[in-house]
Protein backbone atom coordinates (compact mmCIF):
# COMPACT_ATOMS: atom_id res chain seq x y z
CA UNK A 1 0.00 0.00 0.00
CA UNK A 2 1.29 3.54 -1.09
CA UNK A 3 1.95 5.87 1.29
CA UNK A 4 0.28 9.07 1.28
CA UNK A 5 2.66 11.95 0.84
CA UNK A 6 2.66 14.64 3.60
CA UNK A 7 2.21 18.25 3.77
CA UNK A 8 5.45 19.74 4.71
CA UNK A 9 5.32 22.60 7.51
CA UNK A 10 7.76 24.98 8.45
CA UNK A 11 6.50 27.04 11.30
CA UNK A 12 8.09 30.38 12.08
CA UNK A 13 7.16 31.55 15.35
CA UNK A 14 10.08 33.72 18.18
CA UNK A 15 8.18 32.00 21.11
CA UNK A 16 9.07 28.67 21.59
CA UNK A 17 5.95 27.60 23.31
CA UNK A 18 3.90 28.51 20.39
CA UNK A 19 6.66 26.34 18.17
CA UNK A 20 6.58 23.41 20.54
CA UNK A 21 2.47 23.44 21.05
CA UNK A 22 1.96 23.52 17.37
CA UNK A 23 4.62 20.48 16.88
CA UNK A 24 2.87 18.50 18.94
CA UNK A 25 -0.85 19.17 17.90
CA UNK A 26 0.93 18.22 14.12
CA UNK A 27 2.31 15.84 15.50
CA UNK A 28 -1.55 13.52 16.50
CA UNK A 29 -2.34 14.57 12.65
CA UNK A 30 -1.11 11.74 9.67
CA UNK A 31 -1.20 13.94 6.67
CA UNK A 32 1.31 16.86 8.40
CA UNK A 33 4.77 17.05 8.77
CA UNK A 34 6.78 19.69 10.74
CA UNK A 35 10.14 19.64 8.70
CA UNK A 36 11.77 22.80 10.69
CA UNK A 37 10.94 25.61 12.98
CA UNK A 38 12.39 29.05 13.00
CA UNK A 39 12.71 31.53 15.60
CA UNK A 40 13.47 34.72 13.41
CA UNK A 41 12.34 36.25 9.89
CA UNK A 42 15.96 35.65 8.89
CA UNK A 43 16.52 32.15 10.01
CA UNK A 44 12.95 31.41 7.84
CA UNK A 45 14.21 32.43 4.34
CA UNK A 46 17.14 29.96 4.74
CA UNK A 47 15.05 27.14 5.85
CA UNK A 48 12.19 27.66 3.39
CA UNK A 49 14.24 28.28 0.71
CA UNK A 50 16.46 25.08 1.25
CA UNK A 51 13.66 22.64 2.55
CA UNK A 52 11.15 24.40 0.01
CA UNK A 53 7.79 23.22 2.06
CA UNK A 54 4.56 23.22 1.12
CA UNK A 55 3.06 25.61 3.82
CA UNK A 56 4.96 28.12 5.90
CA UNK A 57 3.37 29.15 9.40
CA UNK A 58 3.97 32.77 9.52
CA UNK A 59 4.19 34.52 12.62
CA UNK A 60 3.68 38.56 11.96
CA UNK A 61 5.32 40.41 14.75
CA UNK A 62 9.02 39.04 15.21
CA UNK A 63 12.51 41.30 15.93
CA UNK A 64 14.94 42.26 13.41
CA UNK A 65 12.99 40.99 9.92
CA UNK A 66 9.00 40.90 10.52
CA UNK A 67 6.67 38.58 8.74
CA UNK A 68 5.34 40.63 6.11
CA UNK A 69 9.46 41.04 4.86
CA UNK A 70 9.88 37.41 5.56
CA UNK A 71 6.91 36.37 3.50
CA UNK A 72 7.48 38.84 0.68
CA UNK A 73 11.41 37.53 0.21
CA UNK A 74 10.58 33.55 0.43
CA UNK A 75 7.26 34.07 -2.20
CA UNK A 76 10.16 35.96 -3.99
CA UNK A 77 12.07 33.02 -4.37
CA UNK A 78 9.69 30.46 -4.42
CA UNK A 79 5.98 31.07 -5.47
CA UNK A 80 4.90 27.76 -4.79
CA UNK A 81 4.73 28.15 -1.27
CA UNK A 82 2.25 28.91 0.86
CA UNK A 83 2.25 31.27 3.40
CA UNK A 84 -0.32 30.88 6.67
CA UNK A 85 -0.45 33.81 9.32
CA UNK A 86 -0.70 33.04 12.95
CA UNK A 87 -0.53 35.82 14.87
CA UNK A 88 -2.14 37.73 18.00
CA UNK A 89 -2.38 40.97 15.77
CA UNK A 90 -6.24 41.62 14.43
CA UNK A 91 -5.59 45.18 13.33
CA UNK A 92 -5.99 45.36 9.50
CA UNK A 93 -2.76 47.13 8.83
CA UNK A 94 -1.12 43.60 9.67
CA UNK A 95 -3.78 41.93 7.95
CA UNK A 96 -2.92 43.73 4.79
CA UNK A 97 0.52 43.74 5.13
CA UNK A 98 0.44 39.96 4.88
CA UNK A 99 -1.97 40.25 2.06
CA UNK A 100 -0.39 42.27 0.12
CA UNK A 101 3.02 40.38 1.02
CA UNK A 102 1.33 37.23 -0.66
CA UNK A 103 -0.18 35.76 2.38
CA UNK A 104 -2.66 33.46 1.52
CA UNK A 105 -4.25 32.75 4.87
CA UNK A 106 -4.56 35.13 7.92
CA UNK A 107 -5.23 32.59 11.58
CA UNK A 108 -5.24 34.09 15.20
CA UNK A 109 -3.67 32.86 17.90
CA UNK A 110 -6.91 32.77 19.65
CA UNK A 111 -8.50 30.11 16.96
CA UNK A 112 -8.64 26.84 17.34
CA UNK A 113 -5.95 24.41 15.93
CA UNK A 114 -8.77 22.85 13.72
CA UNK A 115 -9.54 25.87 12.29
CA UNK A 116 -5.63 26.66 11.43
CA UNK A 117 -6.26 22.82 9.75
CA UNK A 118 -9.25 24.01 7.82
CA UNK A 119 -7.22 26.94 6.74
CA UNK A 120 -4.40 24.56 5.85
CA UNK A 121 -6.24 22.65 3.53
CA UNK A 122 -7.86 25.52 1.98
CA UNK A 123 -4.64 27.48 1.32
CA UNK A 124 -3.80 23.78 -0.32
CA UNK A 125 -6.32 23.95 -2.79
CA UNK A 126 -5.91 27.25 -4.24
CA UNK A 127 -8.01 29.14 -1.97
CA UNK A 128 -7.67 32.21 0.56
CA UNK A 129 -8.87 31.50 4.42
CA UNK A 130 -9.58 34.41 6.92
CA UNK A 131 -10.70 33.12 10.79
CA UNK A 132 -13.96 34.98 11.50
CA UNK A 133 -12.53 37.66 13.11
CA UNK A 134 -10.29 38.48 10.13
CA UNK A 135 -13.02 37.96 7.77
CA UNK A 136 -15.14 40.56 9.69
CA UNK A 137 -12.16 42.78 9.42
CA UNK A 138 -11.91 43.01 6.21
CA UNK A 139 -15.67 43.14 5.44
CA UNK A 140 -15.91 46.42 7.08
CA UNK A 141 -18.21 44.73 9.86
CA UNK A 142 -16.08 44.36 12.90
CA UNK A 143 -16.88 46.98 14.97
CA UNK A 144 -13.17 47.57 16.75
CA UNK A 145 -11.79 50.76 15.49
CA UNK A 146 -9.95 50.30 12.38
CA UNK A 147 -7.36 52.74 11.12
CA UNK A 148 -6.98 53.80 7.68
CA UNK A 149 -4.58 51.85 5.55
CA UNK A 150 -1.87 53.74 3.95
CA UNK A 151 0.18 52.01 1.35
CA UNK A 152 2.87 54.65 0.90
CA UNK A 153 5.13 52.45 3.37
CA UNK A 154 5.28 49.64 0.96
CA UNK A 155 5.87 51.81 -2.28
CA UNK A 156 8.17 54.58 -0.91
CA UNK A 157 10.70 52.87 1.00
CA UNK A 158 12.90 50.04 -0.37
CA UNK A 159 13.00 46.42 1.16
CA UNK A 160 16.13 47.24 2.34
CA UNK A 161 15.09 50.48 3.73
CA UNK A 162 12.38 48.69 5.44
CA UNK A 163 14.87 46.32 7.35
CA UNK A 164 16.77 49.10 8.64
CA UNK A 165 13.69 51.33 9.64
CA UNK A 166 12.72 48.09 12.05
CA UNK A 167 15.73 47.94 13.32
CA UNK A 168 16.22 50.95 14.34
CA UNK A 169 12.57 51.04 15.81
CA UNK A 170 13.83 48.13 18.17
CA UNK A 171 16.47 50.57 19.11
CA UNK A 172 19.69 49.17 17.10
CA UNK A 173 22.57 51.27 16.62
CA UNK A 174 24.24 51.51 13.63
CA UNK A 175 26.81 49.47 13.73
CA UNK A 176 24.45 46.80 15.31
CA UNK A 177 22.38 47.38 12.26
CA UNK A 178 25.44 46.95 9.71
CA UNK A 179 26.14 43.55 11.08
CA UNK A 180 23.15 42.01 10.94
CA UNK A 181 22.41 43.24 7.63
CA UNK A 182 26.10 42.52 6.47
CA UNK A 183 26.33 45.91 5.17
CA UNK A 184 28.47 49.07 6.19
CA UNK A 185 27.46 51.60 8.62
CA UNK A 186 28.18 54.24 6.01
CA UNK A 187 25.46 52.25 4.11
CA UNK A 188 22.99 52.52 7.51
CA UNK A 189 23.81 55.82 7.77
CA UNK A 190 22.76 56.78 4.23
CA UNK A 191 19.50 54.74 4.81
CA UNK A 192 18.57 56.42 7.93
CA UNK A 193 19.29 59.67 5.92
CA UNK A 194 16.39 59.06 2.92
CA UNK A 195 14.03 57.35 5.59
CA UNK A 196 13.88 60.83 7.21
CA UNK A 197 13.55 63.00 3.92
CA UNK A 198 11.12 60.20 2.00
CA UNK A 199 8.84 60.08 5.50
CA UNK A 200 9.38 63.87 6.47
CA UNK A 201 10.42 62.53 9.88
CA UNK A 202 13.16 64.00 11.99
CA UNK A 203 14.03 61.68 14.97
CA UNK A 204 14.26 58.41 15.61
CA UNK A 205 11.48 58.95 18.34
CA UNK A 206 9.46 59.81 15.02
CA UNK A 207 10.49 56.95 13.13
CA UNK A 208 9.70 54.40 15.90
CA UNK A 209 6.15 55.41 15.90
CA UNK A 210 5.62 55.85 11.94
CA UNK A 211 7.21 51.62 12.46
CA UNK A 212 4.46 50.86 15.01
CA UNK A 213 1.97 52.50 13.33
CA UNK A 214 2.48 50.61 9.72
CA UNK A 215 3.13 47.03 11.74
CA UNK A 216 7.06 46.90 10.84
CA UNK A 217 7.32 46.70 14.33
CA UNK A 218 5.53 46.18 17.01
CA UNK A 219 5.25 48.33 20.60
CA UNK A 220 6.60 44.82 22.20
CA UNK A 221 10.30 45.62 20.85
Same mark, same amino acid.
Given at each position: ?????????????????????????????? !??????????????????????????????????? !????????????? &????????????????????????????????? &?????????????????????????????? !?????????????????????????????????????????? &?????????????????? !????????????????????
Amino acid at each position: MLKTKKIKIIIVDDHMIVRHGLCQSFSMED !NFEVIAEADSGRSAVSLALWHCPDIVIMDVSMPDL !NGIETTKIILANN &SNIKVVALTMHAEKVYVMGMLNAGASGYVLKSS &SFKELLKCINMVLSGEMFFCQEVSLLIAGK !NDRPVKDIRVSVFSLLSRKEREVLQLIAEGHKSNEIAKKLYI &SVRTVDVHRINLKKKLNI !NNVAELTKFAISEGITSPNF
